[in-house]
C-alpha cells in the first residue's frame, strides 16, 4: 500500500509564503520524480514545478523566481516553498510521484489527495 500525505496549505494573504510538503510511504522500490500541480476553479490542472533524481528543476513560467521545489530522497519527500504569493496562485494543489512501488509495475503516478492554497489580495 502506497500513501501520499501532503501538508501545508491554507489561506494566506498577497505576498505572504507557505510551504507545501508531500511525503510518500509505502514499499518504495525507487523514486525517479516528484512534482506540484495545481488545479483552480474551471481550469485544468498544470504542472507548478517538479524535480528528478538527479536534482535538475523545472518551473512554470508563472511561479519562476517566487516557487522552490526541493527534495529529501531519505524521507521520500517532497517541498514546495511558496514566496510572494498572488491571489492568482489560488488553487488545489497536488503532489506527483512516479514511483516504482514493490510487486506493481515500474514508475507509476501517483497523487496525493491536495491541499488547498487561498491567496487574498
Known amino acids: 500500500q502506497v500513501q501520499l500525505v501532503e501538508s501545508g496549505g491554507g489561506l494566506v494573504q498577497a505576498g505572504g509564503s507557505l510551504r507545501l510538503s508531500c511525503a510518500a510511504s509505502?514499499?518504495?522500490?525507487?523514486?525517479?520524480?516528484m512534482g506540484w500541480y495545481r488545479q483552480a476553479p474551471g481550469k485544468q490542472r498544470e504542472l507548478v514545478a517538479g524535480v528528478i533524481s538527479g536534482g535538475s528543476t523545472n518551473y512554470a513560467d508563472s511561479v519562476k523566481g517566487r516557487f522552490t521545489i526541493s527534495r529529501d530522497n531519505a524521507k521520500n519527500t517532497v517541498y514546495l516553498q511558496m514566496n510572494n504569493l498572488k491571489p492568482e496562485d489560488t488553487a488545489v494543489y497536488y503532489c506527483n510521484v512516479k514511483m516504482w512501488v514493490t510487486g506493481t509495475p515500474p514508475f507509476h503516478d501517483y497523487w496525493g489527495q491536495g491541499t488547498q492554497v487561498t491567496v487574498s489580495s
Open positions: 509505502g514499499t518504495i522500490y525507487s523514486i525517479t520524480a
